[in-house]
């Protein structure tokens, strides 16, 4: 069994930051890539920014500049830092992990719960 737990959402107005955590806990053997996603309502679930292990970072072209991710491999945590937020960020954000397991590692692409963004204008 492996579990993503979230946090840090909220409501922000316009322009201001919000930091999202996100931990893996579990039977984890290794953790590849990390990433974050989104879905507004009536939307599709989006990738927002991603992180591989040894550290390479992509990002949607509608949030670059504005976020950053990171990762904490010895706590098989990551981090999106949300600046310069704008409304139409609002969204549930969900944490990714591809992932080995125990006890025969095998694949395992995983989610979090979500964690919702407001932005208001």
């Known amino acids: 069994q492996v579990q993503l737990v979230e946090s840090g959402g909220g409501f922000v107005q316009a322009g201001g930051s919000l930091r999202l955590s996100c931990a893996a806990f579990?039977?984890?053997?290794?953790?590849?890539?990390m990433n974050w996603y989104r879905q507004a309502p009536g939307n599709q679930r989006e990738m927002v920014a991603g992180i591989t292990s040894d550290g390479a970072a992509d990002y949607a072209d509608s949030v670059k500049g504005r976020f950053t991710i990171s990762r904490d491999s010895a706590k098989d945590a990551v981090y999106l830092q949300m600046d310069n937020l704008k409304p139409e960020d609002t969204a549930v954000y969900y944490c990714n992990a591809l992932m080995a397991t125990f006890p025969g590692w095998e694949d395992l692409n995983a989610w979090g719960q979500g964690t919702l963004v407001t932005v208001s204008s």
């Open positions: 579990g039977r984890i053997a290794r953790i590849d890539a």
